[in-house]
């Protein structure tokens, strides 16, 4: 297959951006892939598109939510911005991520998990009705959002920062919030649908050019424009079976996870079953994050809670099946904690762990357990966390 010029020059130059800015915003995490042409004789522009641009499985930056525009140099992706009311007649402003609907995922540029599907138990999903505007009408009641919490977390004392001595996350969702939503009289698809702001237009048209208000809005967003009908969000870094990622995290089931994470606290969530991953009918995946990793802002080895507590970057979390990597994916992520042994540590074996059967192999050997040498498994938490971009 020959490729344009004009293609050549455009991979090249992402492969560049990819390569510093991460560095040039100063999180000092290296986790952006270097470019291919360390070592060789030729320049970065003598090297063809990436793997990826030919299919999108094979190695190389692949844009998974292709709904928005992300920012490399900021770590952002700017997303259409939806209106819906509430049975309360409060406003509010979601993003759509995800489907179970395969075809509407196609044509809207959202991630397909066909896994949610079974995520409409008890609180799982909350309905609303399209009205003749395209306006979203909440029926279910008590599913709204309240962004004036102040986000705030005292870590513990070191060396052991983990968990965090206060927590509070800084959005906190009504006792029917959940980030999914089923519109009931327009295909009864189930969409990722998280609420991103309240407020009327005049209010958050204030903050089309950043800055926004945090009592009004996720505490991801970094400018909101109801105007011009889009939002953009931080996007956080992770892994997925040996690849950087970057994806969304806007909710959890419990505080704790919402505060680590500065996501939303969504207690629908709590409705759905985890610790079953990809057995029949189950809406999870999992996550897994690492408790006590390797510290130190600028060690290429970072990762964990501990580091994060400690100001040094997020904490790099290994995510399961994507799309284009796996086939069970769902935004829906069951978190496994893990626990570097004091026998690994002694032994130097600690180092930072990038997949899901790499880590499994470690738990397997004993060198991680689940945190304070509990079982490993699942904690009982959910994350949703829609990937937007693979970066290798």
Not at 212 to 240: M, N, Q, S, W, Y
Not at 293 to 317: I, V, Y
């Amino acid at each position: 297959m020959k490729f344009s010029k004009k293609t050549h020059v455009l991979t090249s130059a992402l492969l560049a951006m990819l390569a510093t800015s991460v560095l040039a915003e100063g999180l000092g995490d290296n986790v952006i892939p270097a470019p291919p042409s360390i070592g060789s004789v030729v320049p970065l522009t003598y090297f063809g598109p990436a793997p990826s641009s030919v299919n999108p499985s094979f190695i190389g930056p692949h844009q998974l939510l292709t709904a928005g525009k992300v920012n490399i140099n900021r770590l952002t992706v700017t997303l259409p911005l939806y209106k819906a009311v509430s049975p309360e007649g409060e406003t509010y402003w979601y993003v759509l991520t995800d489907s179970n609907d395969q075809a509407n995922s196609e044509a809207l540029g959202l991630n397909f998990s066909g896994k949610l599907t079974y995520a409409e138990t008890g609180r799982g999903v909350r309905h609303a009705t399209q009205q003749f505007d395209g306006t979203v009408k909440f029926t279910t009641a008590q599913a709204g959002v309240d962004f004036a919490p102040r986000f705030k977390v005292v870590p513990g004392d070191a060396p052991n920062l983990f968990p965090p001595k206060e927590f509070k996350p800084g959005s906190i969702g009504q006792d029917n919030y959940s980030p999914l939503m089923k519109i009931d009289n327009v295909g009864g698809y189930i969409y990722n649908a998280p609420i991103v702001a309240k407020g009327t237009e005049e209010q958050l048209n204030a903050f089309c050019d950043a800055n926004p208000d945090k009592r009004l809005v996720h505490d991801k967003t970094r400018r909101i424009c109801p105007a011009e009908g889009t939002v953009e969000l931080k996007l956080t870094l992770g892994f997925t079976f040996s690849r950087p990622l970057l994806y969304l995290s806007l909710e959890a089931s419990h505080e704790l996870p919402a505060t680590m994470e500065q996501a939303t606290f969504a207690p629908g969530l709590q409705d759905i079953g985890v610790g079953r991953d990809d057995s029949a009918f189950s809406a999870v995946e999992r996550l897994f994050a690492v408790v006590n990793g390797p510290m130190g802002k600028d060690n290429p080895q970072r990762q964990g809670f501990n580091s994060a507590l400690a100001g040094e970057g997020g904490p790099l979390n290994v995510l399961g099946g994507i799309p284009t990597v796996a086939t069970d994916y769902s935004p829906l992520w069951d978190i496994n904690a893990v626990e570097w042994t004091a026998d690994a540590i002694k032994k130097g074996y600690r180092s930072r762990v990038l997949g899901e059967f790499e880590l499994l192999g470690l738990v397997q050997q004993g060198w991680l357990t689940g945190p304070g040498g509990a079982k490993f498994g699942s904690t009982g938490f959910i994350v949703n966390c829609p990937p937007v971009m693979r970066l290798l």
